[in-house]
């Protein structure tokens, strides 16, 4: 298993030659595979494993996502484990007895374990239509516009916020080079 400098020197080396992108390009992520990364398993909590395996066994495409992964990658316990899918929110609530259906502008499910962790699931979000959802003053007034990983990616605060844990192949997804930018939690 590589250390996280090891880390982050491999994929620098794999993004020199490729131009910065920019939001929704298409260009392919940065994969890094289970053996080249130190998130295991058995980091993960309990609860949320359940969450991501409910969902993939259902058909559907999950990952942690956020800072949990931040937290991971850099030797942290997270405080809290973050959930995207492709999934509607309708459909998470549907899968899971003890869920809510939270938000106005934005939906999202918490799925609830005992009296003390919430999982938090959202459904993969694109940029809002200029027209349709954004109020003559700018301000978005709906949100709820469901994309891909990719451009849920893009909408992400940090570049290090943007970093997903597959729970398929136990990989990396980055499309936005959080990992490349030497997690630092301030790069843009």
Known sequence: MLSINSLISSI????AGKKSRSAGSGSPPTIVPRNQHNI???????????????????GFEAYLVGGCVRDLLLGYEPKD???TTNALPEQVHKLFRRSQLIGRRFKL????????EIIEVATFRAPPEADLHVGEQG???QDNVY???????????????ALYYNIRDFSIVDYTGGIAGGL???DR
């Open 12 to 15: 620098k080396r794999i993004k």
């Open 40 to 58: 295991s398993r058995q980091l993960i909590s309990p609860n949320a494993l359940k969450v991501l395996y409910t969902l993939k066994d259902a």
């Open 81 to 83: 484990f973050d959930i």
């Open 109 to 116: 499910v918490h799925v609830r374990f005992g009296r003390n």
């Open 139 to 141: 301000r978005i007034m």
């Open 147 to 161: 994309g891909t990983l990719e451009q849920d990616a893009w909408r992400r605060d940090f570049t290090i916020n």
């Open 184 to 186: 630092d939690p301030l």
